[in-house]
């Protein structure tokens, strides 16, 4: 489908993108956090956070930005996913940080990773359970 060719593309510019001599970071990081997203809706769980962590380290020592936050935040969604809410928390927690420490308390960004924290810190509950002793015997 769309999402199998989304990723052949996302790959195919990543790998141009690697070839550059002056390979922009923030560029590539880019790249990575919407594969990782093309990734997650393929199911390759595993695949889409490794995505996000390479992102993550190519801006490790790049100064705060909106990318970082926003890899952060991919990090938090892919880590939710898998089932891993202390790490998801820790990693929503840190994309909040960052889009404090460089964008406005109104800003739409922080408004989302405040959502995005909250639906870790309390998971939507399952379908309720059925009382299984008003059935008799």
């Known amino acids: 489908g769309k999402n199998v060719e989304a990723e052949r593309?996302?790959?195919?510019?990543?790998?141009?993108?690697r070839q550059q001599r002056d390979g922009d970071r923030t560029a590539v990081a880019d790249t990575l956090i919407i594969l990782s997203r093309a990734k997650q809706s393929l199911g390759k769980l595993q695949e889409a956070e490794d995505a996000v962590r390479e992102a993550l380290a190519l801006l490790k020592d790049q100064p705060a930005s909106t990318t970082y936050a926003a890899a952060l935040a991919r990090w938090g969604f892919?880590?939710?996913e898998q089932?891993?809410?202390p790490e998801a928390e820790a990693a929503d927690r840190q994309a909040q940080a960052v889009f404090r420490?460089?964008?406005?308390?109104?800003?739409?960004?922080?408004?989302?990773e405040n959502i995005s924290l909250a639906r870790v810190l309390v998971p939507p509950a399952g379908p309720p359970q059925l009382d299984q002793s008003c059935l008799g015997p």
């Not at 593309?9 to 993108?17: K, S």
């Not at 420490?101 to 989302?112: F, K, R, T, V, Y």
């Open 78 to 80: 892919s880590l939710k």
């Open 9 to 17: 593309y996302h790959l195919e510019a990543l790998a141009i993108l």
């Open 83 to 85: 089932g891993r809410l």
């Open 101 to 112: 420490q460089i964008l406005s308390n109104e800003s739409p960004e922080l408004g989302a």
